[in-house]
Each structure stands twice: as C-alpha cells, then as structure tokens.
C-alpha cells in the first residue's frame, strides 16, 4: 500500500498514544521511526513499533520515563533515560552535545539506562547537520557468537560514524551491526518467509543455516570473522562498561527470556573540525569531498547513498510503499 509521511506519523502517535506513551515518546519514536522508513531502512522503520508494544507489555519499557541529565562536566554529558526511549534521551542530549563540542572541539555523550530499537545514522545525521564528525555505538542482546565459538556472546553492537560534505543533505555516514547482518534482517526475513543470506548465522548444533528461525534458535556471525568480533567487544566495552551501563549479556538477562528490546547504554562523540583545522576549515570540504568523490568515479557506491536516493524518491513521490501486512498489524495494535 501507499501513505504519505505525515499519515504514517499520525499513525505511529496513534498508536503510541492508544498504549500510554508520553507526549514526548511519542514525538521522538514517531520522528525516528518515520524518517527511517522514509529512506527504506525496514530493519528499523516502522515495523519497530510492534517490538515497542511488546516490549511494553513485558513491562521491559517506561512509557511515560523522562530522562534526565545526571552530569554536564567539562566535556561530558551522561543522561540516564529512566528505561525510556533512546530516542527521547537522545533528542534532550543532542543538542548540548552539539554546544560542547562547539565549545570544546570534542564532547561525548552517554546515554544510560536507555530501551534501543533505532538505526544510529538517524542521530549521525543531526551532527553532521551541525559541521561535526560523530562516532556512535550501542551494544544490544547476545545473539551473536564471537569468532571461534558457537556461543552467543556479543550483541549486534552497530556502530555508526558521519563526516559532514558540502552538501549537508548528503554527508558520508556509514552506520551497520558488527553481526553480519542486523538482528532486525533476520525477524524480517522471518516474517517474510524468505531465506538469509549465506554466511550470517548458526544454527542451535553450530552449523550454517539460512533458515531465519534455526538462526535465531542458534548464533549469529559477526562480520569479517575475528575483525568483526573484536569491534564487537570495543562496543560492549566503550558503550557498557565504560560509561557503567549494560552489556549484552546482562540486557539479554534483564530480558527474563522475553523477546524485548534491548536496555542499556549508547556513547556518541562529536568533534568539530573547525577546532582542528581552524582558518583552513573549508578543506574539510574541499579535500573531504575530493577523495569521497572519487569512490563513485571508480564505480563504487557509499555508504548511505541508496537511502538518500530513497529519501529523494519518497519525498518527491508524496508517500511510501508498506507492506499491506505490517500496515494491518500496525492498525490492529490501535485496538
Ligand atoms: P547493512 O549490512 O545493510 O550495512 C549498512 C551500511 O552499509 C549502510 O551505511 C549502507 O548504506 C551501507 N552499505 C550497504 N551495502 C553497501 C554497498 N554495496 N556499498 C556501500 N555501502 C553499502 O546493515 P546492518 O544490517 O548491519 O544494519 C542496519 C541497521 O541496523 C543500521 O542502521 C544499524 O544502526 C541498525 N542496528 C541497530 C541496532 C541497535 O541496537 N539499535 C543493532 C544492530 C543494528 P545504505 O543504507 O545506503 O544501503
Ligand atoms: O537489529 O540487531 C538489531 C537491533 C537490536 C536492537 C535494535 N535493533
């Protein structure tokens, strides 16, 4: 079926609102939900909404939470978000992340005790908006089996990272799980009834499988073998321990064995290249986009460049392609 964005939105509100989520909840997962949906990022549009509402039913998410700033010194902004929403958290520490790092050259926000479902470009994006270079991380539930075992004990730990171009609408963000590929692709690919890709997972007897279920019963992959599981534990370690927040390990035990979403911490760095090449800034853009330029030329895409071309084409089109199915899954948690 067809909808346009600001049906979608009311949707989502609809439904959130139907469920006893906050005013601001309710904004902030609409926006994020939304605007991933618009570039065609599946894993993590709207179809998230029915793990929000499940994961509200397990009691495992605060609808009504407000986060709150728990420290604000030198460069550092921790906000614990009180089994809230991300994205709420998110959108109370964004904004001081930007001045911070504006004011320092560098700033790091934590966010603590947070319950996370979004795709982290979407947050990449309101940084290099900004003129800044951000790095992001979260980890999520141990699904994931590190290089040389069969034993799931990594989350699919994303990391994200932008670099602002001249044209702020398209800056260079790349932003994927350290699994091979998001949890979020396989319950898809579940959902579906379509097979996985060679090569993502295991199943419960540690052998490889592309069917969708065995993999979930089993192990997922990291990425590019002991490269992959290595990045995997930086985020566990940088994003959990560091800032005193969950590992996977201990989010897939607060889980109590229920399919909900997972709680802990995201760490986001913003640095300001103005700070760094100070009168010669412009180079940023001039040399910044002189090598990125360069990819295309040879025939390779980047990064991000499919959904900018979705974003392009669903904003001039008026609407966006769903699923019928998801649509009347989405209508039926209104009831
Ligand atoms: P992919 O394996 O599809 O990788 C995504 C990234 O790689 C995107 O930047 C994508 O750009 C780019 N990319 C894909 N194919 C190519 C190509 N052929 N050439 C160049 N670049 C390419 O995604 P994942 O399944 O790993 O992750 C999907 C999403 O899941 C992410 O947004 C991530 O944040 C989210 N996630 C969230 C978690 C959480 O705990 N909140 C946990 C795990 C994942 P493009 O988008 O333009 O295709
Ligand atoms: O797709 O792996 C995933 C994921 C976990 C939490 C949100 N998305």
């Not at 346009?4 to 902030?28: C, K, N, V, Y």
Request: contains cysteine; hydrophobic residues 40%.
């Amino acid at each position: 079926m067809q909808i346009t964005a600001s049906d979608l939105r009311q949707l989502s509100h609809d439904i959130l609102a139907a469920h006893g989520f906050s005013p601001e909840h309710q904004h902030s997962i609409t926006d994020t939900l939304v605007t991933a949906q618009i570039d065609e990022c599946h894993s993590h549009g709207v179809w998230r909404l029915l793990g929000i509402i499940d994961t509200l039913k397990h009691g495992k998410i605060d609808a009504t939470a407000s986060p709150v700033i728990t420290q604000e010194q030198g460069a550092i902004i921790s906000i614990d978000a009180k089994l809230g929403a991300a994205t709420t958290a998110l959108a109370l520490g964004l904004p001081k992340l930007i001045d911070k790092a504006k004011h320092s050259g560098i700033a790091l926000l934590a966010i603590n005790h947070c319950v996370h479902f979004s795709a982290l470009w979407v947050e990449v994006e309101q940084l290099t908006r900004a003129g800044l270079i951000a790095i992001n991380m979260t980890p999520s539930h141990a699904w994931v089996a590190p290089s040389g075992s069969r034993e799931p004990l990594l989350g699919t730990n994303p990391i994200g990272f932008g670099f602002p171009r001249r044209n702020p609408d398209e800056p260079y963000v790349f932003d994927f799980a350290t699994s091979a590929t998001a949890r979020g692709e396989i319950q898809l690919h579940d959902r579906n009834g379509t097979p996985l890709p060679e090569g993502v997972a295991i199943d419960a007897n540690g052998q490889p499988t592309t069917d969708p279920k065995a993999a979930m019963a089993g192990a997922m992959l990291t990425f590019g073998g002991h490269k992959g599981s290595a990045i995997a534990t930086m985020v566990e370690l940088l994003a959990g321990i560091a800032i005193g927040d969950m590992t996977s390990q201990e989010s897939m035990a607060f889980a109590e064995g229920t399919p909900t979403l997972p709680y802990g911490g995201e760490i986001i760095i913003a640095i300001d290249p103005a700070m760094l090449l100070g009168a010669d800034t412009d180079s940023l853009y001039t040399r910044g986009d002189a090598y990125l330029n360069q990819f295309n030329a040879a025939g390779a895409r980047l990064p991000s460049q499919r959904r900018f071309k979705a974003r392009q084409h669903n904003t001039t089109q008026g609407f966006i392609e769903l699923d019928d199915s998801l649509y009347q899954d989405l209508q039926a948690l209104l009831q």
